[in-house]
């Protein structure tokens, strides 16, 4: 059975830094794709990230470009998001996400996600 424990979200000023982690358990995850995804109230769950096994080739919503950073480590099965400058526009409950074979922006290409983690971004 598949755990995963999500971690890092918060309340922080615009402009100000958080980084998420994810730690999966129960399966390894070192061969797939993963990443990250958010969504805010009244809305759809949107594309942030995605990173490939290799840690080479990364991908990006164009909103977060530039000031979120995606990495993995997977000796520890774990994914992280550095977001930096954030915006109130940032404020969503962030999940991640594992399994994807290809460097998917659709959510339903994951078959794993984390519980959520919320960040909200004051002004």
């Known amino acids: 059975q598949v755990q995963v424990a999500e971690s890092g979200g918060g309340l922080v000023q615009a402009g100000g830094s958080l980084r998420l982690s994810c730690v999966f358990s129960?399966?390894?995850?070192?061969?797939?794709?993963m990443g990250w995804f958010r969504q805010a109230p009244g809305k759809e769950r949107e594309f942030v990230a995605a990173?490939?096994?290799?840690?080479?080739?990364?991908v990006y919503a164009d909103s977060v470009k530039d000031r979120f950073t995606i990495s993995r480590d997977n000796t520890k099965n774990s994914v992280h998001l550095q977001m930096d400058n954030l915006r109130p526009g940032d404020t969503a409950v962030y999940y991640c996400?594992?399994?994807?074979?290809?460097?998917?922006?659709?959510?339903?290409?994951?078959?794993?996600w984390g519980q959520g983690t919320q960040v909200t971004v004051s002004s």
């Open positions: 996400g594992a399994g994807a074979i290809d460097l998917s922006r659709r959510p339903n290409s994951y078959g794993y």
């Open positions: 129960g399966q390894n995850f070192s061969s797939s794709v």
């Open positions: 990173i490939r096994w290799s840690a080479l080739t990364t």
